[in-house]
C-alpha cells in the first residue's frame, strides 16, 4: 500500500518505470512508492539480486512485483514466488492481478489445501507467474507435475518466516529446480544467519536494502502489556472488546486455543471468525473475507496468519497469548497500523512470562507499558483503555452493529 507522501521522495515516475505499469499505478491511485518500494524497484529493473529487510506492511509485493512484471514484458520466462502460507500467496496474486490482466499475462496459484488436479490445470494456461508455498511445490517437483526450468525472476518472500516454519529443505531444492542464470530477490522483516547462508550460497552479489533495522516494530503502533493471571485472561478480552468498536485481531498461540475463544467471543455477542491450521482452505478465505468486509469484527487467529493478512483498518492486535518466538510479535503487531495509520496492540503476559516480556523488549529495542490486572478497572488506577474515537478512514464495514462509545475524555486518532 501507499501511503502519505514523504519529504524527498519521487513518486513511481521518477522511478524508470515503463508507461503502461504508470498507467496502472496512477489508475489505482498509487502514486507516492513505500521506503521499500523507492529503493528496491529501481535496483530490481536494473536485474540485481535483492535481499529486502523491511517490517510487514511496508509494501514489498510491488517492490518486486514490478521489476518482475517488466522482465516478463520484455522477455520470455517465467516468475515464482515463494511464501510461507496460503493467505499470503492469495494476497500476493491479488496485488499483482491488476497489473497482469492488461498484459495477457496468466498467473497460478500452487498451494495445500487446494486441489492438485485443478493446479495441474492451471498449467495449461501457461502461467507465467506462479506463487507457490514451498510444500505444496515440492508436491508438483516430486510428481513431475511442474517444471521450473523457465524460471527467470525468483522470489523467496517473508523468508524468514519460511525457515522457522521448516521450509528450509524444501527451499533448498526449489532452488536446485530453478536455472542459476536467473534474478533472485529475496524479502524478510528479519537477517538471521541461516538467511545471510541462503543468500550467499544462491544470489549474485545481491545488493541490501533495508529501511527498518531487524526487529523494529511498527512506528505507529501503541503498545502495552497486561500482567494477567491465566484463568482472567477471558475476562479482561471481554473487557477490552467492549471497550473497542473497530476491527480487531486476537492471536492465539495454539489451533484449540483458538476454536475455544472463537466460541467464547461469539457467546459475548460477537461477530467473530478463526483462522487456524485445522481449517479448511475454503473456510480460512471465507473468514478472511469477511473479516475484510467488515461482516466478521472480530477475527481469532494462530501465527499462521501473522503475515498473511493484508487488511488496512485493523484497529487493535491482542495476543492473547504471547508468541512462542519474541520475533513473531513484530509480525503480529504488524497487522495494525498500517496504511500510514496509527493502530495499538495489546498483550497478554501471565506473571511467570516476564523472561517472554524482556525478550521482546531486547528484540525491539524499546520498554513496553505493563499494568496489571486484577479483575476490576479500579486496580489500573484509570480507564481500561483511553476511549477510541473513529477518524473519516475508518471502515464504515466495521462499524456497522457496533455499540457507540459513550465515554468522555479526549479524542484520538487511529
Given amino acids: 500500500m501507499n501511503h502519505q507522501p514523504e519529504q524527498g521522495q519521487g513518486g513511481f515516475h521518477a522511478l524508470g518505470i515503463q508507461p503502461r505499469l504508470l498507467q496502472i499505478l496512477d489508475r ?4 507516492v512508492p513505500t521506503p521499500i518500494q523507492h529503493q528496491a524497484i529501481p535496483l530490481g529493473l536494473q536485474g540485481k539480486d535483492i535481499i529486502g529487510i523491511a517490517q510487514t506492511g511496508t509494501g514489498k509485493t510491488l517492490a518486486f512485483g514490478i521489476p518482475l512484471l517488466e522482465k516478463l514484458i520484455k522477455g520470455p520466462g517465467r516468475a515464482l514466488i515463494v511464501a510461507p502460507t496460503r493467505e499470503l500467496a492469495a494476497q500476493i496474486e491479488e496485488a499483482l492481478l491488476p497489473f497482469c490482466t492488461p498484459f495477457n499475462i496468466h498467473t497460478a496459484v500452487f498451494v495445500g489445501g487446494a486441489s492438485m488436479e485443478r493446479q495441474r490445470q492451471m498449467l495449461k494456461r501457461n502461467p507465467r507467474i506462479l506463487v507457490a508455498t514451498p510444500g505444496r511445490l515440492n508436491d508438483h517437483l516430486e510428481r513431475g507435475t511442474v517444471s521450473l526450468r523457465e524460471v527467470a525472476v525468483l522470489v523467496l518472500d517473508e523468508a524468514d518466516r519460511m525457515l522457522d516454519m521448516g521450509f528450509k529443505p524444501q527451499i533448498e531444492r526449489i532452488l536446485r529446480h530453478v536455472p542459476k542464470v536467473r534474478q533472485t530477490m529475496l524479502f524478510s522483516a528479519t537477517m538471521p544467519a541461516d538467511i545471510v547462508r541462503l543468500a550467499s550460497a544462491h544470489m549474485q552479489l545481491p545488493l541490501r536494502v533495508e529501511v527498518a533495522p531487524p526487529g523494529t516494530a511498527a512506528t505507529r503502533v501503541e503498545q502495552e ?6 484463568e482472567e485472561k477471558i475476562q479482561l478480552l471481554q473487557k477490552l472488546l467492549s471497550e473497542y468498536d473497530g476491527s480487531v485481531l486476537v492471536f492465539s498461540r ?24 485445522n481449517r479448511s482452505l475454503s473456510q480460512r478465505r471465507e473468514a478472511l473475507d469477511g473479516f475484510k468486509s467488515g461482516r466478521y469484527r472480530i477475527l481469532i487467529a494462530t501465527d499462521i496468519a501473522a503475515r498473511g493478512i493484508d487488511v488496512t483498518g485493523i484497529e487493535l492486535v491482542i495476543n492473547y497469548d504471547l508468541p512462542d518466538a519474541a520475533g513473531d510479535y513484530v509480525h503480529r503487531i504488524g497487522r495494525t497500523g498500517r496504511a500510514g ?16 516480556v524482556r525478550d521482546i523488549e531486547r528484540l525491539i529495542r524499546a520498554t513496553l507499558q505493563k499494568k496489571t490486572y486484577t479483575g476490576t478497572h479500579e486496580a489500573l488506577g484509570r480507564p481500561l483503555v483511553p476511549p477510541p474515537v473513529r477518524s473519516q478512514h475508518d471502515h464504515q464495514g466495521h462499524r456497522r452493529g457496533a455499540r457507540t462509545h459513550r465515554r468522555p475524555g479526549p479524542h484520538r486518532r487511529h
Fill in 341 to 356: 495509520r496509527e493502530g495499538r496492540a495489546i498483550s497478554f503476559a501471565c506473571p511467570d512470562q516476564t523472561r517472554d
Fill in 254 to 277: 495454539t489451533k484449540h486455543g483458538a476454536k475455544k475463544m472463537t466460541r467464547a467471543v461469539a457467546a459475548m455477542g460477537h461477530k467473530v471468525a478463526e483462522i487456524h491450521a
Fill in 225 to 230: 502489556v497486561f500482567i494477567v493471571r491465566k
Fill in 28 to 31: 489505482l491511485k498509487f502514486t
